[in-house]
């Protein structure tokens, strides 16, 4: 952006045409100036050199002014009164405001010195907010009253500087409770910007630029060219490294910045996203522009970037700021609340603390499971902070939707005989499609989400146009949830899961659909079929079996026929609460939740009458939103051939030799870090490729294109690709084992400090086009099949049945 026009003043009583001159010509010398001396000339000083040399010949143009025009007491004006005299009554020399003033400013000398030294990585037990927010305040109004963007900048950098959880918690709770105390109005936005999004999911806001946008802005503000950026992006890897480096190169500012507050990036994220149209991107061009203009210092313009490119890589996650909230609100709360907090947190001993953590750390997460939006959570925490009631305040809502609860994977059905065994379970298939879950009002409006939280109403007008033959007599409203699968309109035969990813995401016309959706029932059956229609080929329940761990062959037989009918196996669903230690948390006023979601055990439910076992793990046959438990297990037909499966990110590749000269093999792919946010190199596969899909992959990561970029700072792999793929993909991974390895970085320091976990005999199974790459395997997921690896092998050497699934309980 353009500096404000400097005037030139030249000698003499007329006015002369004023030469404007852009801040390119002092950044970048690459518009010719007319030459102010026969030796020196514009072009070939520096830009410092220039400025200053400018500076000093408007200063001694005022000097010169001023000297001919000495202040004098003005006379006033004849009026008939006497002639009051001006007596002088202090010799400081008077000095007229200078108008024409570069004011340098070092990009160095901007930043926010008061907000870097808040040392929010204390423990929160001695950690003073009321104190750090008390300092701030003056600060804040004097530079506009909000909490400033250093600030959180400050928390960011603390947190990237380290690699421990509690210390990472710990920067988070503290800087959320300076906001609390010092500008609770800052907060939710904070909240939002630490969680690198703008709006939940479902609301379908998001800021849509491209990387040249972001590009186009470094190199105007910070005087980059094309190649002085590519070496940055080369060298660093990362676009938010990239702005840090040339924020430090940049000498002088010829404009003081106005300094970012939370609210104002948050405010201009939402501005990006919601421009639309004609021009649009034009204005989100200015308002980049803007943030990298206004940033104070090489941090803030590291984290502007980062949050821009939405990759923030501080090691947090969603479930790190739900525990940063919980705890935050146990020591602060908000000038005029009410509700009470711990009086001394301080004294508790380590294991009181803990509990208590705990317990606050349940209602946040269980809160947020039901009703996923900080737009409605931190306002309810400001105003009644960590109580039970936040479950009631900040639970489900219509059109809302819960986060799903998660099945358990197990290798096989032997392991999943064992897990259960003693209990009373049902097996469903488990079929190929996509998961859905619908919400209906009592005025008809429907509303259709993907296990991502994601709104597909648009996608589904078949699956809208049967709620009103589904709805049984008194059913007013609901939630269901189920699983959509495409289906032979004549026969009822499943088709595979692509038949669903062709059909359009939008605006999909009723009598375009070629095949229909079929929704099976997976949760509280018995109100489900009392309360809904089924109706053949449409909307029907799921194929299932009650049986028992004692039941193993009509299990197999079941399995078989899921697997023959194209599903992808079989889901386990414990029927009943194994024991009765249920936490609180669980005990909710079940007119709160719909009952098709989560009815409350009846008092006659049957129960295992198996031996206690202090043990075994409670499974809880309710429906618990955003938690994997044990109570669902998932056996698929790929477990069933004694090798898991792993999601697993492509991330680099190798030019092939022979016959794969011309295509990328073998190729690189990694894990994902959920506390780092790093890609950990686990494997290099070259099996069960097509080449059909070598060439479409070849085509797809070309040298040139947007697909492939450089070494990326947040990848962990020792070895050198011939190309690096930019992040993208999920693939589906068999294998035959894990094992430690030297060379790859995947789960390092979970199961050994020096090597990583790698895969044997890896082989290529599909894409998996329903996942994003926050959903691949995670480096503690790999450690954990590990760990079970090592267990088993144990067992076998040391004897076990021949035919797990033919024994009986005694």
């Not at 503290?174 to 109005?185: A, H, K, T, Y």
């Not at 495409?486 to 939008?506: H, M």
């Not at 290099?684 to 990561?701: I, R, V």
Request: aromatic share 8%.
């Amino acid at each position: 952006m353009s500096s404000p026009a400097k005037k030139r003043k030249r000698n003499g009583t007329e006015s002369s045409p004023q030469k404007t001159r852009g801040i390119e010509s002092f950044f970048k010398g690459q518009t010719k100036q007319p030459q102010l001396d026969p030796d020196v000339t514009e072009q070939n000083l520096s830009d410092e050199a220039l400025a200053r040399k400018l500076q000093a010949e408007w200063d001694q143009e005022d000097n010169a002014k001023i000297s001919a025009n000495d202040i004098q007491p003005k006379e006033p004006e004849s009026s008939g009164a006497p002639s009051i005299p001006l007596i002088p009554t202090d010799t400081t020399p008077v000095t007229l405001p200078k108008k024409n003033t570069l004011s340098l400013q070092s990009s160095s000398g901007t930043e926010d010195t008061v907000s870097l030294t808040v040392p929010f990585d204390q423990t929160p037990q001695t950690f003073d907010a009321g104190k750090y927010a008390a300092e701030l305040r003056p600060h804040w109004a004097s530079e506009g009253g909000d909490a400033t963007y250093a600030l959180l900048t400050r928390a960011f950098v603390l947190a990237n500087s380290t690699t421990s959880r509690i210390k990472i918690v710990d920067t988070l709770v503290n800087f959320l409770r300076v906001l609390i105390e010092g500008d609770p109005d800052s907060l939710l936005p904070a909240v939002w910007l630490a969680t690198n999004s703008i709006s939940p999911p479902y609301d379908e806001l998001e800021l849509g630029l491209g990387g040249s946008s972001i590009s186009k802005a470094l190199k105007k503000v910070y005087g980059l060219n094309s190649q002085g950026l590519k070496t940055l992006y080369d060298r660093h890897g990362d676009a938010g490294d990239v702005a840090f480096e040339a924020k430090k190169r940049q000498a002088f500012k010829l404009v003081k910045p106005k300094p970012l507050k939370i609210k104002g990036v948050y405010q201009s994220l939402l501005k990006i996203a919601k421009s639309k149209g004609t021009g649009s991107q034009e204005t989100k061009q200015r308002i980049v522009e803007k943030l990298l203009q206004d940033a104070r210092g090489a941090e803030e313009s590291r984290y502007i970037v980062r949050t821009l490119v939405q990759n923030l890589r501080i090691g947090a996650v969603k479930t790190t700021m739900l525990i940063a909230l919980a705890r935050a609100f146990l020591y602060s709360k908000p000038a005029g609340a009410e509700f009470t907090i711990h009086p001394d947190l301080a004294r508790l001993k380590k294991e009181e603390l803990s509990e208590l953590y705990t317990n606050a750390e349940e209602i946040v997460k269980a809160s947020y499971a039901r009703h996923p939006d900080y737009n409605d959570l931190v306002p309810c925490l400001q105003e009644i902070g960590v109580t039970e009631e936040l479950l009631l305040r900040c639970g489900l809502v219509l059109h809302i939707p819960l986060r799903p609860m998660l099945g358990s994977i197990t290798r096989d059905l032997s392991e999943m005989l064992t897990k259960l065994q003693g209990r009373e379970f049902s097996c469903e298939y488990k079929y190929d499609g996509q998961r859905a879950q619908v919400h209906c009002d009592e005025q008809g409006k429907v509303s259709i989400f993907s296990r991502h939280l994601e709104l597909m109403t648009e996608k589904y007008p078949d699956l809208v146009s049967l709620v009103p033959q589904i709805r049984g007599e008194g059913v007013s409203s609901f939630i269901l949830e189920g699983e959509v699968v495409a289906v032979d309109r004549e026969n009822g035969d499943l088709q595979p899961f692509q038949t669903l990813t062709n059909r359009a995401k939008k605006n999909v016309e009723l009598g375009a659909i070629t095949v229909n959706v079929y929704r099976p029932f997976r949760e509280r059956r018995e109100l489900l079929r009392s309360l809904f229609v089924e109706i053949p080929n449409r909307f029907t329940w799921v194929k299932s079996l009650d049986a028992t761990s004692a039941d193993s062959e009509s299990i197999l037989e079941f399995f078989k026929g899921a697997t023959d009918v194209k599903c992808e196996g079989i889901m386990v669903k414990v029927l009943d609460n194994g024991t009765s230690n249920t936490k609180q948390i669980n005990k909710l006023n079940p007119e709160a939740e719909p009952p098709s979601i989560e009815p409350e055990p009846t008092p006659d439910s049957k129960t295992p009458q198996s031996k206690p076992n202090a043990r075994r793990k409670a499974l809880l046959s309710t429906y618990e939103p955003d938690k994997r438990l044990e109570s669902w297990l998932k056996v698929k037909k790929d477990y069933s051939a004694s090798s898991e499966t792993l999601d697993l990110i492509p991330i680099a590749g190798w030019h092939g030799q022979g016959r794969k000269a011309k295509w990328w093999s073998p190729i690189l792919l990694a894990v994902r870090n959920p506390e780092s946010g790093a890609l950990e190199a686990v494997t290099k596969c070259m099996s069960g490729f097509t080449d059909k899909f070598y060439q479409a992959n070849k085509e797809k990561y070309s040298a040139g294109s947007a697909n492939v970029i450089s070494r990326p700072a947040y990848v962990d792999y020792f070895g050198t690709p011939d190309v690096w793929f930019e992040p993208q993909e999920v693939w589906e991974m068999a294998f035959a084992d894990i094992t430690l390895s030297p060379t790859y970085t995947a789960a390092i320091g979970l199961v050994s400090e020096e090597r990583g976990l790698s895969l044997r005999f890896p082989r290529f199974l599909k894409v998996r086009e329903d996942k994003g790459i926050d959903e691949a395997t995670t480096s503690d997921y790999l450690a954990l099949l590990w760990r079970k690896q090592g267990e088993k092998a144990e067992v076998e050497e040391n004897g076990g049945p021949d035919e797990v699934l033919g024994w009986t309980e005694d």
